[in-house]
């Protein structure tokens, strides 16, 4: 933990003072977002000290010419930056002549920001004191709207307090930005008009290269106490600027509030020369419902997600704060609406990593919505990956693989690789077999085979092509190997047969030959069509199997584990219990080469088979292998603490598994890995879900049925949760004494519960 100050709360996230050195950290922490949208929280007044700007649009993106020092063949081409979009929340504030500026006034006292998870808004208030004398009550709130994700809204109130004033609000918008991640410093936006139609302003711009093209607008309206004024707009118009100054003066004690309508309309949703006109009508929209109405919509619209998504858990107030924070933050990121769209390691809170999609959706966020949600969310999510099919097998031909074999991207926006780390561009290839064992989780838990014959299979022809084609016949060994590859663990580079990854082409293979065999069976249409686009033949499956089934897995029979990767015990194994605390994280006070040699491991890698391939494992094996790897683990990867906080309860070791809960729910709230200030990290908050339904509720799918074996932490006194199961709503609520079971309406439903078969109903709920 490097930070604590955010105050436990159940359904809010509360910061209570203000600090100037913890400005960029709060700006991520409460980061508001649509699923269309989202932004940093940045102040809505002008802020002159070290603050991050950020506003990011869902899909839009800039291909940033990679910086390297030398070139290799097949390398990106670029690398794909998430793009501060256009600024739309300011809201200049200056009373008698003097801007409000926290960074420089005389004082600032009874801060309170406060995110409310429940009800969907940023809110914010403290009391001020100019440099001028003139003392003032500040009170700021603001949403995105779930209902109309083009649109967002601000109420900001002064109240002065100890004389009558002259305010006035200039609201703007602003073209003119630049992002904080960028390599050459390139123009990103290139604006073509700025506008105004009475009190409405418009700045329409399209990013360079990728063109895409984004009107942003702006709509005021303004109260006195609660009581609707009108007032004579100036205009500040520049050439990627424009503001609307709006002056009154007002009396000791009273509020004068501004009203600000805003948002993005994209061409990725309209057509470019229309952008105006649907801007309009956003705007329409907004003032035809006003603030209030807006806000209450928001309720009842985030009242609808935590129907379904809520944790409860009783008795830990951090850790309640911790999953519903998690929760809130993957449904302002992604809801399921847009099939183009999909899960940023950042969200819609910073721009490091760059890419909207990595292998963390299909390895830790796929079961979330596909619970929480319906399976149709899930699907789309692996539709995504099957319409960049053809990008894939692009990819794997630049790298010189052939016969329509596929590579997916480890960080792509349209299925393109445009990562620009060489060690993870060309050797992290375990991201390949992801895109499989989504499939495999996704008819597992839903039991919709269709996907398989409808666009699964021929994903996974391309995905075991790769395969076969990457293994090397070793002739000393007598088996196939894969030579030169990083695993999840990203502190070994260029290893050679890396557990997890050779044990996970050996199962995408056989994976693949099983669903082709049956899809020819029983869906023999399906089959004729994949077999004439890609050419599959029984001799082709037969060479799939022969490689799976002499696939060299590394392995101590001295220390009874398989390796991590060939030279893992050449190391010096000292444990992380034995490394000064000084010194951590390492990945900030280490050289890399350093790293490279050491034995620390940076997330679940030979972990992370157990976890992915649990049903191959026995527990025996599983303790000798978390006994084994966990004390190297420095948990420096944000998907680390949740596999091991899984791994953990099922062995039992509760006190471990709380503790890997708990850094995995508080790892951006507490800041464990000191970074918050670059944004959070959304698709690990996927993992902490896991924790607790996978982890501490034990669900899994045996025999085709919903299988639990549930664990209390000492720290609670009970926790309940809810799956949306084959279209059934399951709640599953576990005390110290029993576990109780219920269905919102539908059929019976067998489940097994400590291995034994119960039969729950919408009746009644079922106690064991």
């Known amino acids: ?155 900001y109130e002064v109240t002065p307090l100890n004389k009558d004033v002259s305010i006035s609000y200039e609201p703007y918008l602003d073209s003119g930005i630049t992002n904080e991640d960028t390599n050459w410093d390139d123009k990103f936006w290139n604006t073509l008009e700025v506008e105004e139609d009475g009190n409405k302003a418009y700045i329409t711009a399209h990013t360079m290269k990728t063109m895409f093209y984004v009107c942003t607008a702006m709509s005021n309206t303004f109260t006195v106490d609660g009581k609707e004024i009108s007032l004579t707009l100036k205009t500040n118009k520049a050439e990627t600027y424009i503001g609307h100054v709006y002056e009154t003066d007002i009396r000791e004690g009273e509020t004068f509030a501004i009203q600000k309508y805003a948002g993005y309309i994209t061409s990725f949703n309209h057509d470019k020369d229309e952008l105006k006109q649907a801007a309009e009508a956003v705007l329409d929209t907004a003032l035809e419902e006003g603030f209030t109405r807006l806000l209450a919509k928001q309720k009842e619209d985030w009242a609808a997600i935590w129907a379904m998504a809520d944790i409860v858990i009783d008795g830990d107030v951090k850790a309640q704060q911790g999953i519903r924070f998690n929760i809130f933050q993957l449904n302002q990121t992604y809801l399921g609406k847009d099939a183009r769209l999909n899960i940023g390691p950042k969200g819609f809170t910073g721009e490091k990593y760059g890419g909207s999609t990595y292998w963390d959706t299909e390895a830790y966020c796929l079961p979330f919505y596909m619970a929480t949600k319906d399976q149709q969310v899930a699907r789309n999510l692996l539709t995504y990956r099957y319409n960049h099919l053809e990008k894939a097998i692009e990819n794997a031909e630049k790298l010189g693989f052939k016969n329509g074999a596929a590579l997916y991207p480890m960080v792509t926006m349209n299925g393109e690789e445009c990562h620009n780390e060489w060690e993870i561009t060309f050797e992290e290839i375990h991201r390949n077999g992801a895109m499989i064992f989504a499939i495999r989780d996704y008819v597992n838990y839903t039991g919709d085979f269709s ?46 047969n890396n557990f997890y990854t050779n044990y996970l082409a050996k ?7 099983e669903n082709a065999k049956k899809v020819s069976k029983e869906f023999a249409s399906d089959y004729k069509r994949i077999a004439e686009a890609t050419g599959i033949s029984n001799e082709e499956l037969n060479s799939w199997t022969e490689v799976a089934e002499k696939m060299y897995l590394p392995f101590s029979e001295e220390n009874g584990v398989y390796l991590q990767q060939d030279g893992f015990l050449d190391k010096e194994l000292v444990t992380v219990a034995d490394l000064d605390k000084a010194e951590r994280p390492i990945n900030q006070k280490w050289s890399w080469d350093r790293i490279l040699r050491s034995p620390y491991i940076k997330q679940a890698d030979t972990l992370q088979g157990f976890y992915v391939f649990e049903d191959d494992f026995s527990q025996d094996e599983l303790k000798k292998h978390f006994d084994f790897y966990e004390p190297f683990t420095v948990h ?93 709503i399951v709640k599953v609520a576990v005390a110290k004494d029993k576990y109780t079971f219920s269905l919102d309406g539908g059929d019976d439903l067998d489940i097994l519960v400590d291995g034994k078969e119960i039969s729950i109903s919408a009746d009644e709920p079922t106690e064991v």
């Not at 996907?451 to 070793?474: C, D, H, N």
């Not at 088996?479 to 695993?487: E, H, R, S």
């Not at 890997?660 to 879900?689: C, P, Q």
Request: aromatic content about 12%; proline content about 3%.
């Open 451 to 496: 996907y398989i014959p409808e666009k699964g299979l021929e994903v996974m022809i391309g995905v075991a092509r790769f395969w076969k084609q990457r293994a090397t016949w070793s002739s000393k060994k007598e088996q196939f190997v894969i030579l030169g590859v990083t695993g999840p663990n990203e502190y070994e580079n260029n290893v050679n």
């Open 636 to 728: 420096e990867s944000s998907l680390s603490p949740c596999v091991h906080s899984i791994q953990a309860a099922k062995l039992d070791q509760m006190d471990q598994a709380y503790a890997f809960y708990l850094r995995t729910a508080r790892l951006d709230l507490d800041d464990y890995n000191k970074e918050v200030h670059e944004g959070l990290h959304i698709t690990s908050m996927a993992g902490t879900w896991l924790s607790i339904v996978a982890g501490f509720g034990g669900m899994r799918i045996k025999d085709d049925k919903l299988s639990f074996a549930p664990k209390m932490p000492k720290a609670w006194d009970g926790f309940s949760f809810k799956l949306n199961f084959r279209n059934q």
């Open 1 to 155: 933990m490097n930070q604590d100050y955010i105050i436990p709360a159940p359904w809010a996230v509360i910061e209570e003072g203000f600090e100037k050195d913890r400005v960029k950290s709060s700006e991520s922490l409460f980061s508001i977002g649509n699923g269309a949208m989202g932004q940093r929280a940045n102040f809505e007044e002008a802020y002159s000290g070290k603050t991050f700007q950020g506003s990011y649009i869902g899909g839009v993106y800039y291909p940033d010419k990679t910086r390297v020092g030398w070139w290799k063949n097949g390398y990106p081409e670029y690398f794909a930056k998430v793009l501060n979009a256009p600024s739309w929340i300011g809201i200049k504030v200056t009373v008698d002549g003097e801007a409000l500026d926290l960074n420089t006034v005389k004082s600032v006292s009874k801060f309170r920001r406060e995110l409310n998870m429940k009800e969907g808004w940023l809110g914010r208030s403290f009391e001020t004191e100019l440099q001028n004398g003139t003392q003032l009550k500040v009170k700021a709130k603001r949403f995105l709207s779930l209902e109309h994700d083009e649109l967002g809204a601000i109420n």
């Open 507 to 513: 199962w995408c293979l056989n994976y693949a030959v």
